[in-house]
């Protein structure tokens, strides 16, 4: 059991260290460098050198990784070069106000899909499966930019229900923040949704056929009883891994979500920066999301490790 | 007569092919007959033939801007309205989907070679190579998609010739996956182990014996990476990384409604309903090609 842990912290950490090798050496494989993308491709002379010395571009590139990394994981991220600021200080808030959009969607979008996944799966192949599941592949097949517009179009323009651009900055209090983000938490939220009630629904179908379930039914274990003791608990252990999964499509969706709402986000900054070509943000922004769906992953198995007694034994 | 023609070696291999032949095609045939395979068919197909013919049909020049007709509702002149800068929107809703499929295409094959190939090579190989090989695919695959790609194209520029290396090396990855769990079923079968027997090399079994064997659910695949890079390439053009500007493209034109939705819907309303029919026609007819070739579709690489 610790043992599993264990390894699957040290997988954890392979992968932040190749992605982070990766979104580095991605700048260093093409012609170029920061400086170049920021000033041109043919920026010569004096400001040329001084930006470069500035970002310490004329070290080799190893040191500079090393640099790089062990100054992430000190919380230095390095500095814009678009902005002239360290890059710690510019995603502070942002950062904090994608935690608490996600975290909207999450709190709303986890528990409905559950609720809507079950529904679906105790109804397989009826009526209501039919619809809740036709309309959960059409939520997910759509990109995040079309339903976000088709939102906008029917509840801020049609409806006049709330409005379709956020306009408060990015140091606003906590309170404002929820409020402004009621359309753009509501498009992640349709789209997790979407993704989980799937899961759950073949994973309800699955235990529902299983022989348990059916020697419950020979005995004559009334329907209520065989659902919320055989049908539930074993059903929705698998979820907990999925919604870790989930986690890694949402923190993607945020970044043209929040573009399309002008949400004042981390993902509304990657793009931002990468319209500025200001390599050394994005990487940092990229690196920073990155780690945070590796340390939700780790997490959800952990936490499905600790529930799951089956897992303990299957996963080497 | 059965007695000869299976001890004649001049016949066996012709028998053969023939015999795989025709339950393809009667397979392929059945997909007519499924109801929402054949919307999803013909839907894909209308999309295909407005592409390929559409600059001879539309009834403006795409760019041309007519400043005395601007932000026009949808009249007999301008059947879809206008834009902001008085362009048709009926005809750059037509050519919309021209660069973002022209890119797609070209960028699905590459996925589907490297990954492909080298999908179904980890299978055969095995041991650690396969293993390495995976682990890397699984840290890459941990990045969210959009992330990935934009690493690379703030590093690379954004356009055509930057667009489609990037997309046929992150799009590869999931093929990568998919190819490699569909060759692992025949690695251990009887023909491949003859194959093997009689020192056949590897590049001999990778493509005599295992891809034929894949080509199905391949095939499907191809079409849904498709689709799925249409989208990608659409959200990049709307964050103003995919297609530039001047072009008609539904996702740029979708980002150009943005701030005009209240006034002038009908410039967001066309391209939604284009790129929506396209990817909604796109996954009817790859859900009853699915089903009859007998592939999975809930496969690991369905994920994106």
Redesign the interface.
């Known amino acids: 059991m610790f043992r599993l842990i264990v390894q699957r912290f040290c997988s954890a950490c ?2 932040l260290a ?2 982070a090798a ?2 580095f050496g ?2 260093e494989l ?1 012609p170029g460098n920061a400086c170049t ?1 920021y000033l041109g491709r043919d920026a010569v002379g004096a400001k040329l050198e001084s930006c470069e010395a500035r970002l310490g571009l004329k070290r080799p590139a190893l040191v500079r990784f090393g640099d790089w990394a062990l100054g992430a994981l000190k919380g230095d991220l390095g500095v814009s070069v678009q902005r002239g600021k360290p890059i710690t200080e510019l995603i502070g808030w942002r950062l904090r106000n994608t935690i608490v959009l996600s975290s909207i969607a999450i709190l709303f979008g986890v528990p409905l899909a559950i609720l809507l996944g079950v529904v679906a799966g105790l109804n397989k192949d009826r009526k209501l499966d039919f619809a809740l599941s036709g309309g959960a ?2 939520a997910m ?6 339903s976000s ?2 939102f ?2 029917v509840f ?3 409806l006049g229900w709330a409005s ?1 651009i956020v306009t408060i900055g990015y140091k606003a209090p906590i309170l404002d923040l929820i409020g402004s983000s009621i359309l753009p938490a509501t498009t992640l939220t349709l789209v997790l949704t979407a993704h989980i009630l799937r899961m759950v629904r ?1 994973s309800v179908i699955e235990v529902l056929e299983s022989d348990y379930v059916l020697m419950a039914r020979l005995k004559g274990v009334p329907y209520r009883r065989i659902i919320l003791r055989h049908v539930l608990p074993n059903s929705l252990l698998p979820a907990i891994s999925v919604i870790g ?1 989930t986690v ?2 949402l ?2 969706g945020v ?2 979500v929040e ?2 709402y002008n949400y004042p986000g981390l993902g509304r900054m ?2 931002d ?3 500025d ?3 050394p943000l ?2 940092a922004i ?1 690196l920073l ?2 780690s945070i ?2 340390l939700v ?1 780790l997490l959800t198995d952990i936490l499905a490790m600790l529930l799951n007694p089956r897992l303990r034994t299957y996963r080497a | 007569m059965t007695i000869r023609n299976a001890t004649d070696p001049q016949t066996l291999p012709g028998r053969q092919r023939g015999r795989s032949r025709k339950p393809g095609g009667r397979r392929l045939a059945r997909l007519l007959t499924n109801p929402s395979g054949l919307a999803g068919l013909a839907i894909v197909t209308l999309h295909l033939v407005l592409a390929c013919f559409g600059p001879l049909i539309v009834p403006y020049d795409f760019a041309f801007q007519d400043p005395s007709a601007v932000l026009q509702p949808p009249s007999l002149a301008h059947w879809f309205g206008t834009d902001l800068l008085g362009r048709d929107v009926l005809t750059r809703t037509i050519l919309g989907g021209r660069e973002a499929m022209l890119i797609c295409t070209i960028a699905t094959a590459i996925a589907m070679l490297w990954g492909g190939i080298l999908g179904i090579s980890l299978a055969l190989i095995g041991g650690w190579i396969d293993n390495i090989v995976m682990r890397i695919a699984d840290a890459l695959m941990a990045m969210p998609w959009i992330l990935f790609v934009m690493v690379f194209v703030a590093a690379l520029g954004t356009g055509t010739t930057a667009l489609v290396p990037i997309l046929g090396v992150s799009y590869g990855l999931s093929v990568v996956y998919l190819a490699r769990s569909a060759a692992l079923e025949f690695v251990t079968k009887d023909f491949v182990l003859a194959a093997q027997a009689r020192g056949q090399r590897r590049h001999t079994i990778v493509f005599k014996e295992l891809l034929p064997n894949v080509r199905d659910s391949l095939a499907v695949q191809t079409a849904m990476q498709w689709s799925w890079m249409i989208l990608g390439v659409s959200s990049l053009s709307y964050l103003g990384f995919g297609v530039p500007p001047p072009a008609p493209d539904w996702g740029l034109m979708i980002a150009d409604a943005r701030g005009i939705m209240s006034a002038a819907p009908w410039t967001a309303v066309f391209p939604i309903i284009a790129l929506s029919s396209l990817v909604i026609g796109t996954n009817l007819a790859f859900d009853a090609a699915a089903k009859t070739l007998g592939v999975d579709r809930n496969s690991r690489a369905a994920g994106r």
């Open positions: 392979f992968t190749f992605i990766v979104v991605a700048v093409m993308a592949i059409f097949t759509l990109p995040e930019f079309v517009t088709i906008i179009l801020s323009v049609s379709g073949a999964l890694a499509w923190l993607g970044v043209t573009s399309v990657v793009v920066a990468v319209s070509r200001d390599i994005v990487q990229t999301i990155c769906y590796i992953n």
